[in-house]
């Protein structure tokens, strides 16, 4: 049994949480504001910057799939301090690399280091806020994915103004690698030991076979696939316009540079101002009106940003498509922790199926644009989000003892 906490403990824990997301955002933002510095000190050009995106990518994927594992092992708490610690050495490795050593090995060592420690942590941060919201009785976990996005601009500002101030990349990736290892470890000490969460404690030490048991358990449900089905829409929705949407304004409707960033405000702004106020209205009109809702919204934001035949309909078009994408992610974490004593393994579950098509599906959509181009090619998100809307039923509250299924 996980030991009550008080009111003292439970803010602090909320607080931890936050800071983990917030610094996870952080530690994004920080490599990718200064990716122009790396390739220069590096002197590499585009198609190499490309290559280690890729293996960085496929080392966050690895961490997510293996993060239900990690968690088997060590705990929810214990496995948010080593990833942390370790994506924290990865970003100031990769700073070493590009400009102390010009190194492009050292660098890959931390790219490794970051995508795995992110990939990981993402799992069981969201074991960790879904379980918070379980205790506060009402939808919060948009509020968490709020803070990863303010943990981007922070880094992206703190970017831009190191790079304004042409501070190495070498010194400021130190700065933020120390704030972030100072945050996993002040983090630690707030978040309490919990069995739900695969935490060990010296009373009850069961069995690395049994641990693995129960975190893979959800993967035998047929509910964890369909809620699936909703977050890999939204996520190939949230990811494709991160990764593609300033390209789609400039090359699709022939816009100025200027006008695809605006763009991509735009569309972060709608998803942020959603996750941060959204949670009333789940509370109120239940997740699964509000996710069939809101996949109409990306759904059309989506088709007007891709026909719209001037640029503020495409704007438009975006600020929709951001609005839309906003919830499936957390409302599928949500809908994953209904059961507290399953919680773990199901958001696990749940989780890793969401960021693999977070972080696969961008470089999916630029093969196919490749031979269909792009505009055209983000048909495929109108398909998904559509697809996500029509399996939302899913995401219904779950009667604890009830059994599992996707009705």
């Known amino acids: 049994m996980d030991t009550a906490l008080s009111r003292s403990q439970f803010v602090r824990w909320r607080a931890a949480v936050f800071a983990i997301f917030l610094a996870s955002g952080l530690s994004i933002a920080t490599w990718a504001s200064r990716v122009p510095d ?68 050292l660098v890959v060592v931390g790219m490794v280091l970051f995508g795995f420690g992110n990939g990981s942590v993402d799992v069981m941060m969201n074991v960790e806020a879904t379980a918070i919201e379980q205790q506060m009785g009402r939808t919060i976990l948009p509020v968490f994915h709020a803070f990863f996005s303010f943990g981007t601009v922070l880094g992206a500002g703190a970017g831009s103004a190191a790079a304004l101030l042409h501070l190495n990349v070498a010194a400021h990736a130190g700065i933020m690698s120390t704030v972030i290892v100072t945050a996993a470890i002040v983090c630690f000490f707030q978040v309490p030991v919990r069995e739900a969460a695969l935490d060990p404690t010296p009373e009850v030490k069961p069995r690395f076979r049994q641990r693995m048991h129960t975190a893979l358990e959800a ?53 942020t101002v959603v996750r941060l106020f959204g949670g009333p209205l ?118 604890v003892g009830a059994p599992v299924t996707t009705k």
């Open 38 to 105: 790396i390739a220069g000190s590096l002197g590499i050009d585009k198609a190499q910057i490309g290559l280690l995106l890729l293996g960085m990518g496929i080392s966050s994927i690895i961490g997510i799939s293996t993060g239900p594992l990690v968690m088997a092992r060590t705990g929810a708490r214990l496995g948010m301090l080593i990833m942390m610690l370790s994506f924290g050495a990865g970003v100031c490795l990769i700073g070493l690399g590009a400009d102390l050593f010009g190194s492009i090995p």
């Open 219 to 271: 993967w035998r449900e047929p509910r964890t696939y369909a809620l699936g089905i909703v977050m890999l829409g939204m996520s190939f929705a949230e990811g494709g316009a991160n990764d593609w949407i300033a390209l789609g304004v400039v090359e699709g409707h022939q816009q100025p540079s200027g006008m695809g960033a605006l763009a991509l405000a735009v569309f972060s702004v709608g998803m």
């Open 282 to 399: 789940v509370d109120r009109f239940g997740r699964v009106g509000v996710l069939r809702v809101l996949a109409l919204a990306a759904a059309s934001g989506i088709l007007l940003f891709i026909l719209g035949p001037t640029l503020p309909l495409v704007l438009l078009g975006a600020a929709l498509w951001g609005i839309g994408a906003s919830l499936g992610f957390p409302l599928g974490m949500s809908a994953a922790a209904d059961d507290p004593a399953k919680a773990a393994a199901r958001v696990s579950a749940a989780a890793t199926i969401g960021y693999v098509a977070f972080l696969g599906g961008p470089p999916i959509l630029g093969m196919i644009s490749e031979h269909v181009g792009l505009l055209n090619t983000l048909f495929i998100l109108v398909a998904l989000v559509v697809m996500s809307g029509l399996f939302s039923s899913a995401a219904r509250p779950l009667r």
